[in-house]
């Protein structure tokens, strides 16, 4: 397996391999905030074919509650691997331990992620991996459009958590 930043050229694959729901492209929208530089968007490729991706957001949540929140640090998103059977293979741990490297290369001491409330299996994995720390809990709220045309607004009850990379 090898994890490579995501380039333009790799997203009509990725839409291929890893689908979006409905009209809005999953990736593309990722890609943009790679492009735009608020963001690292990393591919997992495993014989030639995306497995897995995760987002680093390099200005962390941007949920309006975690504005008091006592740490702020870059938050690992959009952590997926495609498709199931390909789950529990080490395909999130090898993300998630390079997206951690990349952020500590950058300087950061802590990385955070959200998990979802109706998530319990990720949560225990994430305090198996080192983020024990409970920063706060948010709505993650995100939009995407679907087959007919309708943007859909979303909306998940999260816990943030922190890892120290010190």
């Known amino acids: 397996m090898e994890i490579r930043i995501c380039e333009g050229s790799s997203l009509d694959l990725l839409d291929r391999w890893i689908p979006s729901n409905g009209r809005t492209s999953f990736h593309r929208r990722r890609f943009e905030q790679q492009v735009a530089g608020s963001g690292t968007y990393l591919v997992a490729w495993l014989d030639q074919r995306p497995v897995g991706h995760l987002l680093i957001l390099w200005t962390g949540c941007a949920a309006d509650e975690s504005r008091h929140w006592p740490v702020r640090c870059p938050e690992l998103n959009a952590l997926g691997v495609w498709p199931p059977r390909q789950r529990r293979q080490g395909i999130g741990r090898a993300l998630l331990g390079r997206a951690e490297a990349m952020v ?3 300087g950061y001491v802590a990385v955070g992620l959200g998990v979802a409330d109706d998530n319990p299996d990720a949560f225990r994995l994430y305090q198996r991996l080192g983020y024990t720390t409970r ?7 995100w939009t995407w459009v679907d087959h007919d045309g309708v ?4 909306a998940e009850p999260c816990t943030f958590l922190a890892k120290s990379l010190t």
């Open 135 to 141: 920063v706060g809990r948010y709505v993650d709220r």
């Open 151 to 154: 943007e859909r607004q979303e």
């Open 104 to 106: 500590a290369e950058r």
